[in-house]
């Protein structure tokens, strides 16, 4: 696989100079070797993705939504683009064949993702059946039970060729059971919906798949849905004692991924979404130690689209720590590639910032940097 020219690796070391000692009458001349050098410190993995052409280093941290039913075509399309990850939607036949093209056309295989949570958020129920919402499967099974649901269901979303499986959904209910994402969160104790997240990560892990954690830092007592327009949600205070209960929880059981919500939280964003902010980053990162793949919600739905360009919130998102800025839908997704570089090129993105990112996509990818 090759992303651009062959470029070295290493980094070049100035080497001490050592003079060798006058004798002296009083004693024994001092030995003129060298002392060993000290052990480098140099990362060759970091040197291995600096080296990497900007463009497409960028390219592996914006997501695109692709039509399932037209997978040759949007083979070459992602290829072409060069994007990290790519959410299947509307699967036609042969689908298996097709996610297999898609890989196979890109120079750096992307992730191939999917939402498949259950009840009406489901994907692949024409190809794989129905399985019940998440509300549906806390109130009327048994972890044991659920488990048995879940873990064949998730296994062939795994055979069809996926990587990522955008759930479950830990948000925690409203008080009640109530709040805008309704039979889509497993329950409004925050035990349940850590128990139950709990038996759906596992079934992906077990099935070789990322599951991902949503929507950070709690979506549940929003005061409306991010589809349609801003968010507000209680203050960051609140949300410790319930919303990211499920998340401190369920974040220390990698490999999971977490996706940030749009959601303007008193106390931490403010009337910033989360998924733009540098702080809501910096809670998942520093303050519950998560390591793993960060992605944005979808950067095209009311919340950000109805006042942000797609090009700059790709932007601002990557700046403010997500590994992939996702879109479900944009016309231009070049045109984000492109404000991306032009961002790393005037400064306002760190190339740090960049290739920490694209460290973690290759890593989730089983990707050496270095062989690329």
């Given at each position: 696989m090759?992303l651009g020219?062959?470029v070295?690796?290493?980094d070049?070391?100035?080497?001490?100079?050592t003079e060798a000692?006058?004798p002296?009458?009083?004693?024994?001349?001092?030995s003129t070797?060298?002392a060993?050098?000290?052990?480098?410190?140099?990362?060759?993995t970091?040197?291995?993705?600096?080296?990497?052409?900007?463009?497409?280093?960028?390219?592996?941290?914006v997501?695109i939504?692709?039509?399932?039913?037209a997978?040759?075509?949007e083979?070459?399309?992602?290829?072409?683009?060069?994007v990290?990850?790519v959410?299947?939607?509307r699967?036609?036949?042969?689908?298996a064949?097709?996610?297999?093209?898609?890989?196979q056309?890109?120079?750096?295989?992307?992730?191939?993702?999917?939402?498949?949570?259950?009840?009406?958020?489901?994907?692949?129920?024409?190809l794989l059946?129905?399985?019940?919402?998440?509300?549906?499967?806390?109130?009327t099974l048994?972890?044991?039970?659920?488990?048995?649901?879940?873990?064949p269901?998730?296994?062939?979303v795994?055979?069809?060729?996926?990587?990522?499986?955008f759930?479950?959904?830990?948000d925690?209910?409203a008080?009640?059971?109530?709040?805008?994402?309704g039979?889509?969160?497993?329950?409004?104790?925050?035990?349940?919906?850590?128990?139950y997240?709990?038996?759906?990560v596992?079934a992906m892990?077990?099935?070789?798949?990322l599951?991902?954690?949503?929507h950070?830092?709690?979506?549940?007592?929003?005061?409306?849905?991010?589809?349609?327009?801003?968010?507000?949600?209680?203050?960051?205070?609140a949300?410790?004692?319930?919303d990211?209960l499920?998340?401190?929880?369920l974040v220390s059981?990698?490999?999971?991924?977490?996706m940030v919500?749009?959601?303007n939280?008193?106390?931490?964003?403010g009337?910033?979404?989360?998924?733009?902010s540098p702080a809501?980053?910096?809670?998942l990162?520093?303050?519950?130690?998560?390591?793993?793949?960060?992605?944005?919600?979808?950067?095209s739905?009311g919340a950000?689209?109805?006042?942000?360009?797609p090009?700059?919130?790709?932007?601002?998102?990557?700046?403010?720590?997500?590994?992939?800025?996702?879109?479900?839908?944009i016309?231009?997704p070049?045109?984000?590639?492109t404000?991306?570089?032009?961002?790393?090129a005037?400064g306002?993105l760190p190339p740090?910032?960049?290739?920490?990112?694209v460290?973690?996509v290759?890593?989730a990818?089983?990707?050496?940097?270095?062989?690329?």
């Amino acid at each position: 696989m090759t992303l651009g020219g062959a470029v070295a690796c290493g980094d070049d070391v100035d080497e001490p100079t050592t003079e060798a000692a006058t004798p002296t009458s009083d004693g024994p001349a001092p030995s003129t070797t060298s002392a060993p050098a000290p052990p480098t410190t140099a990362d060759p993995t970091a040197a291995c993705i600096a080296a990497l052409p900007v463009r497409q280093r960028v390219a592996q941290l914006v997501g695109i939504a692709i039509d399932g039913g037209a997978l040759p075509g949007e083979a070459q399309r992602a290829a072409d683009l060069g994007v990290g990850v790519v959410l299947v939607q509307r699967p036609g036949g042969d689908l298996a064949e097709g996610i297999a093209a898609v890989k196979q056309a890109s120079a750096v295989p992307p992730l191939v993702a999917v939402d498949e949570e259950g009840g009406d958020v489901q994907h692949l129920r024409s190809l794989l059946g129905s399985i019940p919402s998440e509300r549906d499967v806390a109130a009327t099974l048994d972890g044991a039970a659920a488990a048995a649901l879940v873990r064949p269901h998730f296994q062939a979303v795994a055979d069809l060729g996926f990587d990522v499986v955008f759930a479950p959904v830990v948000d925690v209910a409203a008080p009640g059971g109530g709040g805008p994402l309704g039979d889509r969160t497993f329950s409004d104790d925050p035990a349940t919906v850590t128990a139950y997240g709990q038996v759906y990560v596992d079934a992906m892990q077990d099935a070789g798949l990322l599951p991902v954690l949503k929507h950070f830092p709690g979506h549940g007592s929003g005061e409306a849905n991010s589809h349609d327009g801003p968010v507000g949600t209680p203050p960051i205070e609140a949300l410790r004692a319930r919303d990211l209960l499920p998340f401190e929880a369920l974040v220390s059981d990698p490999p999971v991924g977490v996706m940030v919500g749009h959601l303007n939280v008193p106390g931490l964003s403010g009337t910033t979404p989360a998924s733009i902010s540098p702080a809501a980053y910096a809670l998942l990162r520093d303050e519950l130690a998560f390591e793993g793949l960060v992605f944005s919600d979808s950067l095209s739905m009311g919340a950000i689209a109805g006042t942000i360009p797609p090009e700059s919130a790709a932007v601002q998102s990557v700046a403010a720590g997500a590994d992939v800025a996702l879109f479900v839908t944009i016309a231009d997704p070049a045109a984000a590639i492109t404000a991306l570089e032009q961002a790393v090129a005037d400064g306002s993105l760190p190339p740090s910032r960049v290739d920490e990112s694209v460290g973690r996509v290759l890593a989730a990818k089983g990707i050496d940097p270095c062989t690329l």
